[in-house]
T-cell receptor, first 111, second 116 residues
Framework: SQQGEEDPQALSIQEGENATMNCSYKTSINNLQWYRQNSGRGLVHLILIRSNEREKHSGRLRVTLDTSKKSSSLLITASRAADTASYFC???????????FGGGTRLMVKP | DSGVTQTPKHLITATGQRVTLRCSPRSGDLSVYWYQQSLDQGLQFLIQYYNGEERAKGNILERFSAQQFPDLHSELNLSSLELGDSALYFCASSASGLALGTGELFFGEGSRLTVL
């Protein structure tokens, strides 16, 4: 399957701590994207990293991509209670138009 | 607000029935994607349209069909509904349908379907 798989499935941390989520995939990719979903709401795009990039930053977010290991990680620094949500990686392969999503990581940030 | 509008927000119906979910993409976006999100299956890609034409097909059942109209809005038709079809159905849009160099998707708030 091209689908990304997130790890861990659930993560609970205290406000102010860093949160790291990992994504592994199986196919060659054009890009990998991270999305956030608040409970029962639509997904919101966070960051996109292309296959020729290794690291990208956006505010408190840092994404890394290792194409040799077919893995990516999302780091949220200095977490806040408002960061509580599910986070999904999504794979855009070179083979098609689909964007396939992993099962997500449920992050809870306790105040 | 993503700019993608989905109706209805909630829908309750019985097994065997047929429903239509509607999506208006962001202004100017030519591509529309449909996803199904259920508790045990995660977010599953169903189908994509680009400027009225089907571009990619995922795990869409034969009981389901979709189309994109000349004004670029899209409809997802679900027929002979089963209990297992209960899920959140998301529509997303993007500017381009091309595989290379494509960026982010903009998601609507979803249509929650409950089949009793």
């Amino acid at each position: 399957s091209q689908q990304g798989e997130e790890d861990p499935q659930a993560l609970s941390i205290q406000e102010g701590e860093n949160a790291t989520m990992n994504c592994s995939y199986k196919t060659s990719i054009n890009n990998l994207q991270w999305y956030r979903q608040n409970s029962g709401r639509g997904l919101v795009h966070l960051i996109l990293i292309r296959s020729n990039e290794r690291e990208k930053h956006s505010g408190r977010l840092r994404v890394t991509l290792d194409t040799s290991k077919k893995s990516s990680s999302l780091l949220i620094t200095a977490s806040r209670a408002a960061d509580t949500a599910s986070y999904f990686c999504a794979i855009r392969s070179n083979a098609g138009n689909m964007l396939t999503f992993g099962g997500g990581t449920r992050l809870m940030v306790k105040p | 607000d993503s700019g993608v509008t989905q109706t209805p927000k909630h829908l309750i119906t019985a097994t065997g029935q047929r429903v239509t979910l509607r999506c208006s993409p962001r202004s100017g976006d030519l591509s529309v994607y449909w996803y199904q999100q259920s508790l045990d299956q995660g977010l599953q890609f169903l189908i994509q349209y680009y400027n009225g034409e089907e571009r990619a097909k995922g795990n869409i059942l034969e009981r389901f069909s979709a189309q994109q109209f000349p004004d670029l809005h899209s409809e997802l038709n679900l027929s002979s509904l089963e209990l297992g079809d209960s899920a959140l159905y998301f529509c997303a849009s993007s500017a381009s349908g091309l595989a290379l160099g494509t960026g982010e998707l903009f998601f609507g708030e979803g249509s929650r379907l409950t089949v009793l």
